[in-house]
């Protein structure tokens, strides 16, 4: 479907990443909602074999289907590190397009925090029926306790436990021994709040193929999905500072207005969501002033307070026939 400039939609979904289509696949349960995906990178991830394919996702960092963000380069004293790359997604399905595959639903305590900033339907009780209802844990030989199908059931996006090669056993009855020797559990249920024990891991791959958020809006036909369009500005309404639609400017350099006649959901991401606030004149004040960009809000918290969690990479060499996963 062509998207024509000044055309409107109920739901504008500026980001068609990890959050954004779920967002519309949800949205899209009521047959009458028009909603408009917006995605800076490609729109045919479901289809895309270098993005499906998990051996491969070592070899897309960088590619046209990255951001190719670089962490900034921090000298200490007693700290030194190099440039290093920061994956993000540039496709549909976001990060979920290129990340490494790990599903786990994180801390009953991390989300309980939710709750000290006026969140409280975002803590663990409220928020962990969602979290599975977007995928479906599969088990198809039977190796976990039958426990773990409430992880998922009836989600667009399929999740397994990584094939347990057998050339990896003794490294993993060694771990597993080491493991138990330090008091610690082993636990298959790291899926009801507490993030403790040694499991198997549980990965976004299911039958050798990469899942990811874009299959939660494939073959909908409410949902338009507009690939290769970056967002200028959101258009926001300066009587009762609404955001009404969104300026995007196109693969070929046109700009197209668009609107929604029930909300702008922004769903960027990390980096781009802040990104096009300030763009709008929704930052730090000081910061919107070094660009010459016209102030609306003062939020001294935009693009600030960016946390990460910490990576440790190991290096296997396996033989030719196997991939990850």
Excluded: C
């Amino acid at each position: 479907m062509a998207v024509k400039n000044g055309a409107y939609f109920d739901f504008i979904i500026v980001g068609g990443g990890t959050a954004g289509n779920i967002v519309a696949a949800r949205l899209a349960e009521n047959p009458n909602a028009r909603i408009l995906v917006v995605e800076a990178g490609i729109g045919t991830s479901k289809d895309n074999e270098e993005i499906r394919t998990p051996g491969l996702a070592m070899d897309i960092r960088g590619s046209k289907y990255d951001w190719a963000y670089k962490t900034t380069m921090i000298k200490r004293d007693d700290y030194e590190r190099i440039e290093k790359p920061n994956t993000r997604g540039k496709a549909l399905g976001g990060s979920s397009s290129l990340n490494y595959f790990s599903w786990v639903p994180g801390s009953k305590g991390t989300f309980d925090m939710w709750e000290e900033y006026g969140g409280k339907e975002w803590t663990w009780e409220p928020l962990v029926p969602y979290l599975r209802k977007s995928v479906t844990y599969h088990d198809d030989a039977g190796l976990y306790p039958p426990e773990l199908k409430k992880i998922g059931a009836g989600g667009p996006i399929p999740i397994a436990h990584a094939e347990l090669m057998p050339e990896m056993k003794p490294f993993r009855d060694l771990l597993t021994k080491a493991w138990k020797s330090t008091g610690e559990p082993v636990s298959e249920n790291i899926f009801d709040g507490t993030m403790r024990g040694l499991v198997h891991s549980v990965n976004t791959i299911y039958k050798g193929r990469r899942s990811g958020s874009f299959l939660a809006v494939a073959d909908k036909p409410n949902i338009t999905i507009f690939p290769e369009v970056h967002s200028k500005r959101l258009i926001i309404d300066q009587a009762d500072r609404t955001a009404k639609g969104v300026t995007f400017i196109t693969a070929s350099g046109d700009e197209l207005d668009l609107y929604a006649t029930r909300e702008v959901i922004v769903s960027q991401g990390v980096f781009e969501t802040p990104k096009l606030l300030m763009l709008s004149g929704i930052g730090p004040k000081a910061e919107l002033a070094k660009h010459n960009i016209p102030l609306l809000v003062d939020s001294p918290h935009v693009g600030q307070h960016l946390l990460d969690h910490p990576g440790v990479p190991f290096v296997l060499k396996i033989k030719d026939s196997y991939s990850m996963g």
